[in-house]
């Protein structure tokens, strides 16, 4: 009982420090700098995907990555008939490194809702998984609602607190990679019903006491974003939200965070999960002869991305 009080005693404070922090800006990833501060990564797939990252000069030189009407632009092979390495496509990975922070990325358009797709948006520390992984956006196939991970070391981390919005279901409470804690959301965040209405904000928190992700739609961004000064405290419920506890020390779980985009196929959850989807195992054997067969349908799968800004914490 004594190890309760004091644990909910310090959670109270905790809360009353951070509820007097404000964010200043850090960092500013857009179109004028983009390219020089994130790396292509081009070794092979960590998740086993069909999949061949390539570096940035022969990104550039095939029109894998640039800046396109004053967007960062990465997208992936959508011509090449027979692809037995994978098909061609983008990693990026932040050279600086981040703990805790607010990041707040303003995209136009991510990859569309395809089978054999596998992108995502998320940060990640050295030492996988023992610096930990947050998955702010991530989904296969033709799903079309987002799925917000969260993975830590074996036996580090069990959730116990999921306040988020209504629509959002908690999938799974263990954080323990490789399977991680998840939530699901609601749709028109993600895929084709983010890009038609054109795309929008996420937002992911990072503290000492809980990891949040919050949405918005291009026709609803708060005004404390757009001017510079964001304040999540404000926003509402946020659409996922994971939050240390005993069994789950986030100071020690998360740390040293790269910012990674990219776009795989296949692999180890779209390849794991490509007989048991309906809408996409009837029309190949498999994953891998689906995305090598098929390269037109992949004409969408790009990201295109306005700027990410990392904030930091001012205490005041």
């Known amino acids: 009982m004594l190890r309760s009080t004091l644990l909910t005693a310090m959670a109270t404070a905790l809360l009353a420090h951070v509820a007097q922090a404000t964010y200043g800006l850090d960092t500013v990833y857009d ?177 000492d006491l809980r990891i949040s992700v919050w949405f918005f739609p291009r026709c609803r961004i708060p005004k404390d974003i757009t001017s510079g000064s964001p304040q999540p405290s404000s926003w509402g419920q946020p659409i996922g939200n994971f939050a240390s506890g005993p069994s789950c020390d986030f100071a020690s779980a998360f740390k040293d965070h790269k910012i990674v985009f990219d776009t795989t196929f296949c692999g180890n959850w779209a390849g794991a999960t490509w007989h048991s989807t309906d809408e996409c195992s009837p029309r190949a054997p498999t994953c891998e002869d689906y995305v090598s067969s098929y390269p037109r349908v992949f004409a969408d799968a790009f990201w295109s991305i306005n700027s990410v800004k990392v904030y930091q914490a001012q205490i005041l």
């Open 31 to 207: 179109a004028s700098n983009f390219f020089q501060e994130f790396v292509h990564f081009s070794e092979p797939d960590p998740t086993q995907g069909f999949v061949e990252y390539v570096d940035q000069p022969t990104a550039q030189a095939s029109g894998l990555s640039g800046i396109r009407n004053g967007t960062i632009y990465m997208g992936v092979d959508s011509t090449t008939f027979g692809t037995p390495k994978g098909r061609r496509s983008i990693r990026v990975e932040s050279q600086k490194t981040f703990t805790k922070g607010l990041f707040i990325a303003d995209i136009a358009h991510m990859p569309s809702n395809t089978c054999g797709v596998w992108p995502a948006f998320w940060t990640f520390g050295p030492n996988w998984p023992t610096s930990g992984e947050i998955d702010i956006i991530e989904g296969i196939h033709k799903q079309s609602t987002n799925s917000i991970f969260v993975h830590t070391s074996q036996n580090r981390c069990e959730m116990s607190d999921y306040v988020a919005e209504d629509s959002t279901p908690v999938v799974s409470k263990q954080c323990n990679a490789p399977t991680g804690c998840s939530q699901q959301t609601d749709n028109q965040n993600y895929g084709d019903g983010f890009n038609a209405n054109g795309g929008g904000v996420y937002a992911m928190e990072w503290t």
